[in-house]
C-alpha cells in the first residue's frame, strides 16, 4: 500500500525567510497530493494541493512542486511570517482514487521573529 | 468551518467502557471520514463511507465501528476491545470529486 514520508519533523526559520517540506511517496499510481496546516488545537485545513498531470502550482507565497518520476512533492513557503507556524501535512492519494489519502507524519514549523 | 461539526469536543472514558463520537455535516458530501491523530504521527484513516449504508475499513479498524444511516451522520464507536484509544479523532468529508477534504474540529477522548 501507500506509504508517505516527510521531512524535516521540526523546522525553524527566521521571519522572511524560506521554508521547503519535502514528501516522498510509494504508490506511482498515487494522483492527488494535498497539504494541510493546522494550527495548535485546531482542525486541518487545506491549504495547496497539485494533481498528478501537473508539476508546479503556485498560490501567493506558497507553492508545490511534484517530480513524478522520483516520487516525491515540495511545499514552498516564501518571506514566511509568525502566522505561518503551524504543523503541516502532506498526503497522497491511494492509487488513482483521488478522494482517499495517505498523510505523512507532519512537519512542525515555527517562525521565529 | 461550521459546514461539519464533532461532538463532544472532550470526552472522558472508564476502561471497558463503549463511547460514541458524533460526526455531522451539511455540506452535502457523499463522502465521510474517521481519523486518529496521535502526538508525531500523522492522520491515520480508521473507517470510511463514500454512500449512505456502505462504509469500508481503513488502516486501523480494529476496535472501532461505524454506521452510516444518513449523508449528514457518520458516528465512530470506540469499543473496549480498542486498547489504546486516547487520542484526537478528527471526522472529514468530502464531494467524492474534488479530492479536498473537510475536516471537523475534532474530539479528544481520554481513557481513564
Known amino acids: 500500500g501507500e506509504n508517505v514520508e516527510q521531512h524535516p519533523s521540526t523546522l525553524s526559520v527566521q521571519e522572511g525567510d524560506s521554508a521547503v517540506i519535502k514528501c516522498t511517496y510509494s504508490?506511482?499510481?498515487?494522483?492527488?497530493f494535498p497539504w494541510y496546516k493546522q494550527e495548535l488545537g485546531k482542525r486541518p485545513q487545506l491549504i495547496i494541493d497539485?494533481?498528478?498531470?501537473?508539476g508546479e502550482k503556485k498560490d501567493q507565497r506558497i507553492a508545490v512542486t511534484l517530480n513524478k518520476t522520483a516520487k516525491h512533492f515540495s511545499l514552498h513557503i516564501t518571506e514566511t511570517q509568525p502566522e505561518d507556524s503551524a504543523v503541516y501535512f502532506c498526503?497522497?492519494?491511494?492509487?488513482?482514487?483521488?478522494?482517499?489519502?495517505?498523510f505523512g507524519p507532519g512537519t512542525r514549523l515555527s517562525v521565529l521573529p | 468551518d461550521g459546514g461539519i461539526t464533532q461532538s463532544p469536543k472532550y470526552l472522558f472514558r472508564k476502561e471497558g467502557q463503549n463511547v460514541t463520537l458524533s460526526c455531522e455535516q451539511n455540506?452535502?458530501?457523499?463522502?465521510m471520514y474517521w481519523y486518529r491523530q496521535d502526538p508525531g504521527q500523522g492522520l491515520r484513516l480508521i473507517y470510511y463511507?463514500?454512500?449512505?449504508?456502505?462504509?469500508q475499513k481503513g488502516d486501523i479498524a480494529e476496535g472501532y465501528s461505524v454506521s452510516r444511516e444518513k449523508k449528514e451522520s457518520f458516528p465512530l464507536t470506540v469499543t473496549s476491545a480498542q486498547k489504546n484509544p486516547t487520542a484526537f479523532y478528527l471526522c472529514?468529508?468530502?464531494?467524492?470529486?474534488?479530492?479536498?477534504?473537510?475536516f471537523g474540529p475534532g474530539t479528544r477522548l481520554t481513557v481513564l
Open positions: 472529514a468529508s468530502s464531494t467524492g470529486t474534488s479530492g479536498e477534504q473537510f
Open positions: 498526503a497522497a492519494s491511494r492509487g488513482n482514487y483521488g478522494q482517499n489519502f495517505v
Open positions: 504508490d506511482s499510481a498515487s494522483n492527488y
Open positions: 463511507s463514500q454512500i449512505v449504508n456502505d462504509f
Open positions: 497539485i494533481r498528478s498531470n501537473v
Open positions: 455540506l452535502n458530501h457523499d463522502a
